[in-house]
């Protein structure tokens, strides 16, 4: 079955799914993977359901604010469905789902990369402000335009715990899961690419000035 096909697939079971009885929303991500591996017919929904919001969010901060992000969301819980089977540890299958959230983010951005070097895409801009719009947040606006564009000059490794990090506020244990790394490599790799995203924030004006806001209501 092709990959077109297999996300057609997913998304009827996931219309019929979300109606079946039986999902238990309080229960633990053990549970879940038990219910799964028992061939529960509410369990993917469930799964669905409890992962959704974490994986979007995760995706679109990763991304930015102007990637579609609901066909890699499918991808995620193609992958997921796949991969349970070889999860060992059921309690872990919040952090299981981080990783391969964060595999598709890197592997997006690798495709983006490639897409810009070849001419087949845009950018990656935020589209312009409509005329219409009664209260624009200009500054906003070109301040997430720029703080993406410093997000673009990483490597898709350094972007993704950097996301994971300070955006997500993960925390550390979390972010080397995610990453498939030791804690000490993840530790290493968010100071050094920390200390890049600052240098490259205080270089631009616009960003700067939120910098230095932000520092001074810290020390307040």
Known sequence: MSRAGARARLQERMRLYLVAPGAVPESSDGDLVG?????????????????????????????????????????????????????????????????????????????????????????????????????PDHEGREALRRFYAVLDRLSAGDRAAFVLRHVEELELVDVAGALRVSLATAKRRLQRVTRRVFAMAAGDPVLAAYLARARAEVSR
């Open 35 to 135: 219910a799964w591996a028992r061939g529960a017919a509410s369990a993917p929904a469930a799964i669905w359901d409890r992962f959704y919001p974490m994986v979007r969010r995760v995706l679109c901060r990763s991304l930015g604010p102007r990637q579609d992000v609901e066909d890699l969301v499918q991808e995620v819980f193609l992958r997921l469905y796949r991969k349970l089977p070889a999860l060992r540890d059921p309690t872990a299958l919040r952090g299981f789902v981080l990783s391969i959230t964060m595999h598709v983010v890197q592997t997006e951005l690798r495709n983006r990369w490639i897409r810009r070097w070849l001419g087949l895409s845009d950018d990656g801009t935020l589209p312009d402000v409509a005329a219409d719009d009664p209260d």
